[in-house]
């Protein structure tokens, strides 16, 4: 994805809940910058699954992955944050992540995904963090932790995602020109 390809407003970007960067007296490094620009463009190209879920990117890099989600809208019968709606935050994260580093042209599927899920919340909004475990020409690990509002791990996953040349029958992306 590149800068033409999207061009997202200032209320794209979900507000950064800290744990970004090194702080420089108010000013964000060129890394941090990069992230929050790379964020807004990825979420100006969110499929529809992130839009019905409300999964917005704050920070993207291949190596470092930042989104929030409501609970309100995604939760089960009981009222608790459901556990599926977790694991489209984390396979959400890796998958850009792992498509932000794979050559033009490519395809990233999640092949593999596991969640624990260690405590529950019922309103507010979580946070996820995916960072890159392993990368390769053809798979790609991340870690993902997602937290409550006051910081407790509600979720830890993995994911592997394969990196195979040319995209998929039905692709709503155009290769560039």
Do not use: F, K
Not at 68 to 88: D, I, K
């Amino acid at each position: 994805m590149t800068a033409a390809d999207a061009v997202p407003a200032a209320d794209d970007i979900a507000p950064s809940r800290g744990g970004g960067g090194v702080d420089h007296g108010g000013r964000e490094d060129a890394a941090d910058t990069a992230a929050i620009r790379l964020a807004a463009q990825v979420n100006a190209a969110r499929g529809e699954i992130e839009q019905r879920m409300g999964i917005l990117l704050t920070e993207a890099s291949p190596e470092r992955l930042v989104a929030t989600m409501p609970v309100e809208g995604n939760r089960q019968p009981y009222g608790l944050l459901h556990g599926g709606a977790s694991v489209v935050l984390a396979e959400t994260l890796g998958s850009v992540g792992a498509t932000l580093d794979a050559p033009p042209g490519s395809t990233v599927v999640g092949i593999e995904i596991n969640a624990s899920h260690h405590r529950s919340t019922t309103s507010g909004a979580v946070t996820a963090v995916a960072t890159r475990i392993r990368g390769g020409r053809t798979l790609v690990t991340y870690d993902i932790r997602i937290t409550d509002d006051a910081g407790r791990v509600t979720c830890t996953s993995r994911l592997t995602c394969m990196i195979r040349g040319g995209r998929p029958t039905g692709s709503r992306e155009s290769e560039p020109s």
